[in-house]
Every structure is written in structure tokens, then in C-alpha cells.
């Protein structure tokens, strides 16, 4: 714990990129046995530090020791040798090599110069049963679930490295189970002398697994702290640097507009994807859509945009029948769509924040017609200020900036374009605790302003916050609907949960 | 950084490379800047290289377009074996030459909307489905020269390959304002931020309303139309189609073209001033080469030379070297910046 | 056996051209490489009209350019029973099998314009030109029209390696070695092409003072000089005066340029290998008569007083 002997330190470490300083005179130590959690919002200086810890970037200035020795790794591979080793919530393995061959790759034990199948497999189940994991490990990697991909990434990590690992949002994908399993592995670690740094946006993750928390903002260091001193607010706090207004509600909201319906689907789906369903939404209503992965959440927006262009039903706004065959339709019926994986479907990564800002705007008035430079520049200025997106100038390649921006770009898009119903999917997935709020708000905003909104999210909280009525989905069809003061966690953990109770029945 | 320093910048380095091969030639052959007025025409090693290097400077316009998009075209040297036969058998059928040029153009165009259709709605990928017409390609010329050199005498189309207008050849006139109208057309239209954006992020774009498989598709028509008209200028030039050899393998220049200007192959960000300038320095390597004297047997072997060196000083790799040795003699910021503790 | 009864079946598929045989004519196979170029086509026409002058029933296929669509090709000729075979080989090795089948059944094969890499006893004779001696007969015609006059020669070579070129060239230096009179200043391969003919020799009347320094040109062949007579013309020069222009083949378009006075002489590489084969292949057949194992065809001269314009109109429906 604390009182060990430093393992990593980090001594007034600096990095900066033309136009930011993304980490400013940064202090970090890192004592053996112990996890200690580093936090902040995108664009804290988390990815920095960590990259100036395991030689992805070099430092401007600053020291970093290693047992008291000072190190300057070249790159990751190096300070792996040097006992540095790091995982990334994108488990950076080969998918179609065998469990064991990925766990040994460069490394594999040899006989007569060659490579051993049967004590590589014998090895290889030798050291993931210390992480509790009994599996077929001449499979495949990409046959297991992330999680059993995360622990290989994490046993082969420490396996090379042994003294840090370096944990980057591990949790990100993997359910409660896979995160508990993940957990005792991680104090397993702990026990054995290892210093865990770990990052992750789930306060709840942070609060069970880890023993002290360091908190950056703005590339500074905040503060770092014993989990046992701290408490969630105080800990919002020191990340955000104001106070949190508290989102209290606990049930539903039940000032839903009156009013007929603005759109309407009747039978709408798609076979294969999504059962015909019926939904009719009115203006200035929110609708929230709740339901595990792979639940046909996604079927449902992808179906409406005309992604996936349903095959039975049709769709009606304000009475009138209306063409969504492809997203062009949808956006000429003034439908905006967010999807749930910003970096493939999203962002358009080398463009500027500009051209992805007026992107939807200009293919929806074709390419004839061109927005005007200065009216381009306008846009993407105004929404800059008004999601208070944080980047350096609107010229700036929106794939350099972090998640919450890159979601609020997103945002700004579809908003440019004075769409009357915006489904968002995941809008707050993976971005930081106050571009969260600030996405949340704007939804408030956006409904208060009579924009129709279908938001899917995974976090329940969020769904009782903003909506007025949830859908909640499973195996493909929409199977619950609650309204109002109908809305709770419970309730829609119910919804979804009776599911489990069916099958097993 | 205002938009026209951005441009400089983006061109600099081609045309820095350009003139590095210019000035080697100039070392080598000492009278190649020479340029005079022979016959009403501008005369002289430049000029070759302009005139000369306009079937390839004209098919990277349309490549650039292409690769912006991710794609490729290997088909255009065999399109301007059909578009170039096309125009001799129009000529030598005996029909006049606005109808002559109307139906080689209309092949490249029918050319480009084969692979367009491929691409973007049968989903192939563009080296593949652009392979099938690279090869059948020069067989459908064939066809339509019936295996030999189809030679015509039409002096309106022998204009188009060896004429001049106020001095200048007239196939320097015509790449020269095809660039320009592209990359007005482009850059004066949302065309080339909308390409950029399919190029970079094909899925992402179509979410976002972008019309992706009709822009996919222009782009190998305009890939199309420019290889009809270089198609034209080559068999003008010789008076004559030759389905067998027009065109052959300057797909690979137009292409290479285009990587010298700096359009990255994953597509996205791209200039065609660029792409043309790339494609002079092929045809300055090819023209130096040619006045140097050395044995044929040497060709490939210096071309090759020169396009690595280029390539090699282009890479990433040797980019960032240039930018840290250039930052090592100054003060690096991060050393004078306080620390505060 | 087997061998033949496949043959039969892969034969039917590439030789559609296959007609029934006459009842009492001669019937004789040809397998031609394909139609790469005007020659070729060329060598095609001509030969079906020798055959049609002796009453030959010619069964024609068309390999495009594959060995094994040839082979496929020979196999069906001895399957059928044909008199005789004519093979222009696409390539030069990988024919011993199909030729010794062929022996075996008693049928004497003649080779066309390319020669093969196997025995020679498994094939009656080969006809075809002599390379070097066409660069010989351009070379010797520009000794004696210029008759010890000084001459800067610049040549425009074939494809860069590729035998017409090298055994061209030779030709060519053989015939002008000792006369100290001609020398040949700038060699560049122009491919065979007409485009590339023109750019190289845009680059010669450069390098060589806008052309005040070239008094002939030799070309590999015609098309290259085809290109290079319009670059001379473009440098506002008189090709086939201010420079004289020789070359080799005797396509067409060459005697259009020597009619116009711009081209002085071609070396013809006659399409006609037919003739001399059907010809050794009589006389074979006659009495047993061995021909020679290479004839070799005529390497006829052809200059501006050799009436072009007729040459052109004998030419023009030969399908070059």
C-alpha cells in the first residue's frame, strides 16, 4: 500500500502539441500492491500521461523513475522490457490466433529451435488458471468473449512486463459479471506485488476495486487521494472543478406534451433485424429505449433512418406517408441520427470539425449547392460555443479530439441541420462525466425547444432522467412500455430482466 | 494560416521536387531550357514535357478523384485504347468531328459508369472491378480497330493532338484546362468536400445523407472522361489508333502521379494541382532520361531510382526526422517552460 | 489413346473455325498464336489465300496468345487427321509432347515465323526471316545511297531485350562496319510504338540541334518511323530529305509516307510464311522430298521507286 516503496514515479512530467499543453508539470506515483485509479475527463491528460509512461510519447520535460531509476522507453514495446506493460479497452491481440499462441507470440517456449504445440498449450493453461480462467486455449482468441480477450491481454501483459500494468478503460465493453471476474483478477494481481493503474469512467468500478484515485483536469494534476477520504461527490468535484448539479429525479418525467403524434410507425420492421413494431411520437417528447446489447436497440434506429430499410410497415409524419429507404430519405423527412460507434459510422476522422459539422447540412442541400465558406466557418463557431466543444480551432482534424467532443461534433451535426426528431444511440457512451451532463442537458434543451428525441442508452439513470416514456426492448421486439411516473431503474431492470425468468421458465 | 499559404504549403514540396529533376536535366543536357518559336508553335525540351506529359497528366485528374475516394482505376489506359480507337474509326467511317470526339467521349463516359456500377453498387472492390475492363478493355479496342493500327486523316482531329493554338500544343491546352475546370467544379461545389468525406469514412458519410454511391460513381465517369480525352490526344498525335500499345501501363504513372502529389491512397484529403504537377515530374524524368543519352538498357533503372528517392523523402518516417533535426538547433519550447511544482 | 480421345473433346472448344474436310483436297491445320498485332493479322490473310490458290481445305485456329489453347489446337488437327500441321509457336519450349504425338501419327508439322526449342527431328522444316539479315539489307542500303558521304545516324531501337531488337541492331552495325562515313550517334528504344517512335525522336532533333545534326534515321520498324516522320515534320523538317528514314517490315502506312516522299526504304518481313511452307510440304508429299530445316523467306528491299502506292493498295485488305 501507500507505505511501500514508490514502484513508478512520475516527477513534474510535461507534453505538449502545437496550439495545447496537454500535460502540465504532472506528479504521479504509483506505490507496489496497490490500484490506484486515474481520473478525469477526455481530455484531462489521462491517454498523455499514460503515453508518457510507457514511451508512446516522449516528454517535453520531467522525470520518470522506475524503482528509482530514472527510464526513458522508446516505446511501448521497450518499457514492456522494463517492466511497464499496458492494456487497452481495444484488446490489441491477433483475433485468428489461438488463445495460447497469442499469449506467448514472440515468446514462445522452444524445443530444438522449434516452436513446442503441446508445451505451449501445456504453459499456456498453466498461467491462465492463476486468473482463474479455464478455457480450450487452442481456440481462436476472437471465439471468447472481450472479456476472456481482456484477461489473455492482461496475463500475457504481466507475463512480459511484471512490474506495472497499465489498465486503459478495461471495463468499457464487458457486462457486471465479465467486470467482477476482471476484478478478482486485478486484486489477485495486487496481491502479488504488482502497482495497477487503472482508468475507467464508471465511478462505481472505481470506488470497489481501487485503493487511492489521482484526478487530472486541464493536463494539471488535481489531487490524488485515498479511496477511503473521498466520497462520489467530492470526487465529481475535484474532476470537474464546479459543483454537479445533482439529477434527482428518480422517476420518469410526467410533464409529457399533449398534442397528436408527430410521427407514426405502424408494423414497421425489418425481418431478421426487428419485429414489426408500432410507435408514434409527439413533438417535444422524449423517448427512451432501454434493453441489453444486441436486443434489437440498434435494429430499431438503423431501421427508422433507412440504414436498414424496413420491409414491412410504413411511417407517417403529421399524417403523411413518408419514403425512409435510405438516411437521405430520413433526413429529408428531417430525421438526425447519432450512432452508437462514433469512430466507424460517426466522425468523419481526417476531415476539420467544420466539415464534419456542416456535412449533413451540405449533403442534404446537394452538392450543387455549396454552403458558402463564411456561412461554414458560422456554423461551426456557433455550435463550438454553444456544446462548448474544446479544441484549439474548428480546422482541427475531428478525429484528434476526445470522445465527448467528437460526440458533441456528432451532436452539432444533425443540430445544424433543424431536424424535428433526432435518435441518438449511446450519445453518452465512453465520454467523460461533464460532457455526460452537458449531453443530457442538451437533450432537456432540445425537447423543452419541441425536437422529438429517441435516445438508447445503457444507463438506466440517464433514461429516468430524460425521458417520458421508455421502450424496452429484447430478442428483437419491443416488449414494455412505461410512461411517466411508470418510470424507474427497477421497472425497466424488470422489464428487461423478465426475459431471463421466461426462458427460464 | 489563411487558405492560400495553407495551398503553398501543400504544393511545396512537388513543385520543390520538380524543379530539383529540371535543374538535374539542365546539368546533364545543358540546352534544355532552350525554348523558341518553330512552324507557329512554341519549340523546345519544356514544351516536350508539357505536351508530352498531357495523356498522363490528364488521367491523374481523374485518378485523384478516384483515390480521394479510396478507389482505383486500373482501367484507364485501356479506356483511352477505346476512346482513342473510337475517335479513328469515327474519323475514318467518315463522320464529322464534333460527332467523332461526341462518341469517344460517350465510350470513355459508358467506360466509367461500368466501373462506377461495379464499385458502388455491386460492391466490388475498386482494384478488382476495375481490373475486369483493364483487361477486356484492350480487346474491345481491338475489336473496333480490327487488330491493326486504325490510321485516319481527319485534320480537324489531327489538330487536337499536334496542333497549336497562339503557339501553345494543343494537348497542353487541354490538360491544362481540364485541370482547371475540375478543380474549379470540385472546389467550387461541396463535390470535393463530399468525396473527401466518402473517401475517408464511407459509412459514417452515408449516415449522414451523403449521396455516396452516385458520388462514387461520378467519380469513375470523371475518371472516364479524362481518359477518353487522353485517349483522343494519343491517337491524334499518331494519327492513328493503336489498341495494342496506346495507353499501356500508363495507368501505373497516373496512379504514381497521383502519389507524388501527395493524395494518400486511403483517400480522403486530395489535390489535383498537385496530382498534375506529380505527373510533370514523370514526364520531366521520362524527357531527361531521353536527352541524356545513356543506353535504353539504363531507362527503368534511373526512373526507378528517382521515384524512390521522391517516395523516400515523402514518407512519413522521413518527415518527422526532418521536423526533429530541424528543431534540434533551436530551443525546444519544453525545455524553457517553467515547472511548476 | 486417351491422349487423342481428350484431345478430341478440348479441341472441339477452342477450334470453332474447324470446318469439314473436302473430299479430295488437302487438308492441313494452322495454329495461329492470335492477332497481337497488324503482321499477324497480316499472316493470317495471306495464308488463307495461299491455301485457297492450291485448293488447300485450311483449318485455322486462333489461340490468343495461349501455348496450351495451341496445343489443344494441335491435338484436335491429329485427332482428325490431317495432312499436315502449321504451327506459329506462341512460345519456344514445351513442345516435345504434342510433337512427337504428331510424328507419331505421320503428320509433318511446319513452323511459321518463330522457331521451337525441341528436337529437330520432330518437326519437317521451319520458315521464317532472318532478323539480322533485315538490319543487314537497311544497313547495306544506306551505304550505297550514300555513297561515302558523312552521316550522323540516329536509331530508334525495338523493345528493350526482345530479339528483333537485338538481331536488328546487329544487322544493321554489320553492314556499316568499315565505312567510317556513318556513325551512329543516339540509340533509344521506342517500343515498337508509334507514340513512343515520336516522343524518342522529339528528343533526338533536341539533343541534336534541332536535327541539323541528323542525316538518316533507322527504325526497328515501320510504326516507330511512322511516329518519328511526324516529329521531323512538327520540327519543321523534311523527313526523306533533310533526313532520310529507313525501317523494316513493309507495313501499309509506310508506303503512304514513301509515296508522300517522307519514308525512303523498308525492308519487308513478309507476311507470307505460308507459301514456302505449302510449297516444301508438296514437294514432301510428292516424292519425300527433304526440304531444308530453316528456309528462310526474302528479305526484299523497298524504296520510293518501287511504285508505293501499288505496295499500299496490295497491302491495305491484308488486315494489318
Redesign the interface.
Known amino acids: 500500500m501507500a507505505e511501500n516503496p514508490p514502484l513508478l514515479r512520475a516527477e513534474a512530467v510535461s507534453k505538449g502539441f502545437p496550439g495545447t499543453i496537454a500535460l502540465d508539470a504532472v506528479d504521479f506515483t504509483l506505490v507496489a500492491g496497490e490500484v490506484h485509479a486515474l481520473l478525469g475527463e477526455n481530455g484531462a491528460g489521462k491517454s498523455t500521461l499514460i503515453k508518457c509512461l510507457t514511451g508512446a510519447y516522449r516528454r517535453d520535460s520531467g522525470d520518470v523513475l522506475l524503482e528509482g531509476q530514472l527510464i526513458h522507453p522508446r516505446d511501448p514495446l521497450d518499457a514492456q522490457g522494463l517492466g511497464i506493460g499496458t492494456v487497452y479497452q481495444e484488446v490489441n491481440l491477433l483475433p485468428n490466433l489461438t488463445v495460447a499462441e497469442n499469449l506467448f507470440l514472440g515468446h514462445q517456449p522452444r524445443r530444438f529451435g522449434f516452436v513446442s504445440q503441446g508445451r505451449l498449450k501445456s504453459q499456456a493453461r498453466e498461467t491462465l488458471s492463476h486468473y482463474g480462467l479455464n478455457i480450450d486455449v487452442s481456440r481462436n482468441l476472437d471465439t471468447y468473449s472481450v472479456a476472456v480477450q481482456q484477461i489473455v491481454a492482461i496475463a500475457r501483459a504481466v507475463r512480459l512486463s511484471g512490474k506495472v500494468l497499465i489498465l486503459d478503460e478495461p471495463t468499457a465493453s464487458l457486462d457486471a459479471h465479465e467486470v467482477q471476474m476482471l476484478f478478482e483478477v486485478i486484486r489477485t494481481l495486487k496481491r502479488r506485488g504488482l502497482g495497477i493503474v487503472f482508468i475507467s469512467h464508471f465511478l462505481d468500478q472505481v470506488f470497489d476495486v481501487s485503493d487511492r484515485i489521482t484526478v487530472l483536469r486541464n493536463g494539471r494534476l488535481v489531487g490524488t487521494e485515498r479511496v477511503g477520504d473521498l466520497d462520489r461527490m467530492k470526487l465529481v468535484n475535484m474532476m470537474l472543478g464546479r459543483e454537479l448539479e445533482q439529477e434527482t429525479r428518480v422517476t420518469g418525467r410526467t410533464d409529457a406534451p399533449s398534442g397528436g403524434p408527430h410521427l407514426t410507425f405502424e408494423r414497421f420492421g425489418r425481418s431478421g433485424r426487428m419485429a414489426p413494431f408500432d410507435l408514434a411520437v409527439r413533438r417535444g417528447e422524449v423517448i427512451g429505449m432501454a434493453g441489453l446489447l444486441g436486443s434489437g436497440r440498434t435494429e430499431t434506429a438503423e431501421a427508422i433512418f433507412g440504414v436498414t430499410p424496413h420491409d414491412s410497415g410504413d411511417a407517417r409524419k403529421d399524417g403523411e406517408r413518408i419514403d425512409l429507404k435510405s438516411p437521405r430519405d430520413a433526413v429529408a423527412a428531417g430525421f438526425g441520427f447519432s450512432p452508437e460507434d462514433r469512430k466507424t459510422d460517426g466522425i468523419i476522422g481526417d476531415l476539420s470539425i467544420r466539415e464534419n459539422i456542416v456535412l449533413a447540412l451540405q449533403a442534404r442541400a446537394g452538392w450543387s449547392r455549396p454552403i458558402p465558406p463564411r456561412r461554414q466557418v458560422e456554423l461551426a463557431d456557433q455550435f463550438i460555443r454553444r456544446l462548448d466543444i474544446r479544441t484549439s480551432d474548428a480546422e482541427k482534424p475531428v478525429g484528434l479530439l476526445s470522445g465527448g467532443n467528437q460526440q458533441k461534433v456528432m451532436l452539432a451535426r444533425w443540430l445544424a441541420t433543424n431536424p424535428t426528431f433526432l435518435v441518438l444511440d449511446e450519445p453518452t457512451r465512453g465520454i467523460d462525466v461533464g460532457a455526460h451532463a452537458e449531453i443530457i442537458r442538451l437533450i432537456e434543451e432540445l425537447c423543452a425547444q419541441g425536437m422529438s428525441l429517441l435516445v438508447i442508452s445503457s444507463e438506466l439513470d440517464e433514461l429516468v432522467a430524460y425521458s417520458h416514456r421508455v421502450i424496452v426492448v429484447r430478442d428483437r421486439r419491443h416488449v414494455a412500455e412505461l410512461a411517466g411516473a411508470e418510470i424507474t431503474t427497477d421497472s425497466i431492470v424488470k422489464a428487461i430482466a423478465s426475459h431471463e425468468a421466461e426462458q427460464q421458465a | 494560416m489563411n487558405g492560400a499559404a495553407r495551398f503553398a504549403r501543400r504544393i511545396a514540396p512537388q513543385l520543390a521536387i520538380l524543379a530539383a529533376i529540371l535543374v538535374l536535366i539542365s546539368i546533364v543536357f545543358p540546352g534544355f531550357f532552350e525554348v523558341r518559336i518553330a512552324n507557329g508553335r512554341l519549340y523546345g525540351s519544356p514544351i516536350d514535357i508539357l505536351n508530352r506529359g498531357a495523356p498522363v497528366a490528364l488521367l491523374a485528374i481523374g485518378m485523384t478523384l478516384v483515390i480521394a475516394t479510396r478507389g482505383i482505376d486500373l482501367s484507364v489506359g485501356a479506356v483511352m485504347a477505346i476512346c482513342g480507337a473510337t475517335a479513328a474509326w469515327g474519323s475514318t467511317e467518315g463522320y464529322a468531328l464534333p460527332a467523332t470526339l461526341a462518341l469517344s467521349i460517350a465510350a470513355g463516359l459508358a467506360c466509367g459508369l461500368w466501373n462506377g456500377f461495379l464499385v458502388a453498387v455491386l460492391r466490388i472492390q475498386p482494384i478488382v472491378a476495375t481490373l475486369i475492363l483493364m483487361v477486356a478493355g484492350r480487346g474491345i479496342a481491338q475489336l473496333i480497330t480490327e487488330g491493326a493500327i486504325l490510321t485516319f486523316n481527319q485534320e480537324g482531329l489531327i489538330f487536337i493532338g499536334s496542333g497549336s493554338i497562339l503557339t501553345v500544343p494543343t494537348p497542353v491546352i487541354i490538360w491544362m484546362i481540364a485541370g482547371l475546370l475540375f478543380t474549379l467544379v470540385v472546389r467550387w461545389t461541396a463535390l470535393g468536400m463530399l468525396i473527401e468525406a466518402i473517401g475517408v469514412n464511407l459509412r459514417a458519410s452515408t449516415l449522414a445523407g451523403v449521396n455516396s454511391r452516385v458520388l462514387l460513381i461520378a467519380v469513375y465517369m470523371a475518371s472516364g472522361l479524362c481518359a477518353s480525352f487522353a485517349g483522343i490526344i494519343a491517337a491524334a498525335d499518331i494519327r492513328g489508333a493503336d489498341a495494342n500499345n496506346a495507353g499501356l501501363w500508363l495507368e501505373l504513372d497516373a496512379i504514381l502521379a497521383v502519389v507524388i502529389g501527395g493524395t494518400s491512397l486511403l483517400g480522403g484529403r486530395f489535390s489535383i494541382l498537385a496530382s498534375l504537377i506529380g505527373a510533370l515530374i514523370i514526364q520531366a524524368m521520362n524527357t531527361g532520361i531521353l536527352l541524356s543519352g545513356f543506353p535504353p538498357e539504363f531507362n527503368l533503372i534511373i526512373k526507378a531510382l528517382i521515384v524512390l528517392t521522391i517516395l523516400v523523402l515523402q514518407s512519413p518516417a522521413t518527415r518527422t526526422a526532418a521536423i526533429f533535426f530541424r528543431r534540434q538547433p533551436g530551443t525546444d519550447p519544453a525545455d524553457t517552460r517553467t515547472v511548476t511544482p | 489413346m486417351l491422349f487423342k480421345m481428350a484431345g478430341i473433346s478440348a479441341g472441339a472448344l477452342v477450334s470453332i473455325a474447324l470446318m469439314s474436310s473436302g473430299a479430295l483436297a488437302q487438308t492441313i491445320g494452322f495454329s495461329q498464336i492470335g492477332?497481337?498485332?497488324?503482321w499477324?493479322?497480316a499472316e493470317t490473310t495471306v495464308t488463307r489465300q495461299e491455301a485457297e490458290k492450291r485448293g488447300i481445305d485450311l483449318k485455322f485456329a486462333d489461340a490468343q496468345q495461349k501455348q496450351e489453347n495451341q496445343i489443344k489446337a494441335l491435338r484436335s488437327f491429329i485427332a482428325q487427321g490431317v495432312d499436315a500441321i502449321l504451327l506459329a509457336p506462341v512460345v519456344a519450349t514445351g513442345w516435345d509432347s504434342v510433337l512427337e504425338e504428331a510424328k507419331e501419327a505421320e503428320i509433318p508439322v511446319v513452323l511459321l515465323d518463330r522457331m521451337v526449342d525441341s528436337s529437330k527431328d520432330l518437326y519437317l522444316t521451319a520458315v521464317g526471316s532472318d532478323l539480322v539479315h533485315e538490319g543487314e539489307v537497311a544497313g547495306n542500303w544506306l551505304v550505297d545511297t550514300l555513297a561515302g558521304k558523312q552521316c550522323n545516324v540516329v536509331e530508334l531501337?525495338g523493345t528493350?531485350?526482345s530479339s528483333p531488337a537485338i538481331d536488328r541492331k546487329t544487322g544493321f552495325e554489320n553492314a556499316i562496319k568499315g565505312h567510317d562515313n556513318i556513325k551512329i550517334t543516339?540509340?533509344?528504344?521506342g517500343?515498337?510504338?508509334?507514340?513512343?517512335g515520336?516522343?524518342?525522336m522529339?528528343?533526338?532533333l533536341?539533343?541534336e540541334g534541332?536535327g541539323a545534326n541528323i542525316c538518316a534515321l533507322y527504325a526497328h520498324n515501320d510504326?516507330m518511323a511512322?511516329?518519328a516522320i511526324?516529329a521531323i515534320k512538327?520540327?519543321?523538317l523534311k523527313p526523306g530529305t533533310d533526313i532520310l528514314v529507313v525501317s523494316i517490315d513493309a507495313v501499309p502506312?509506310i508506303f503512304?509516307a514513301m509515296a508522300a516522299g517522307e519514308a525512303n526504304a523498308t525492308v519487308e518481313l513478309t507476311p507470307n510464311m505460308a507459301g514456302p511452307a505449302f510449297d516444301a510440304l508438296a514437294a514432301f508429299m510428292k516424292d519425300g522430298t527433304m526440304p531444308e530445316k530453316f528456309i528462310q523467306t526474302e528479305s526484299k528491299l523497298y524504296t520510293q521507286a518501287d511504285d508505293p502506292k501499288g505496295e499500299y493498295e496490295r497491302r491495305k485488305d491484308l488486315?494489318?
Open positions: 492477332s497481337e498485332s497488324g499477324r493479322a531501337q528493350t531485350g543516339r540509340s533509344q528504344t517500343d515498337f510504338t508509334r507514340t513512343k515520336k516522343e524518342v522529339e528528343s533526338f533536341k539533343a534541332g510504326d511512322v511516329g511526324q512538327e520540327a519543321g502506312d503512304v488486315g494489318y
